[in-house]
């Protein structure tokens, strides 16, 4: 599954709407609901599913869910 798929489902689980279609673009103003809380239950989810942890700094660079992949592709790469 690719990448982007596998973090849209994240998303919907997380936002509980299963009508979000994530796109790099997408920033939380996009999404309802989308508040510090959620934020923390995002990430929580995402770096469970990916096996992967964000740094402080990975996380206040990230301003759209495309810094979002693009750090998940290179944490997953390294």
Do not use: Y
């Amino acid at each position: 599954m690719e990448l982007q798929d596998t973090l849209n489902k994240i998303f919907c689980e997380v936002f509980d709407d299963d009508d979000i279609r994530i796109t790099p673009e997408m920033t939380a103003n996009d999404v309802d609901g989308w508040d510090s809380l959620s934020h923390v239950n995002l990430v929580t989810t995402i770096e469970a599913k990916f096996n992967i942890r964000f740094t402080q700094k990975d996380l206040l660079k990230q301003r759209s869910v495309g810094d979002l992949i693009a750090d998940i592709e290179r944490k997953l790469a390294a």
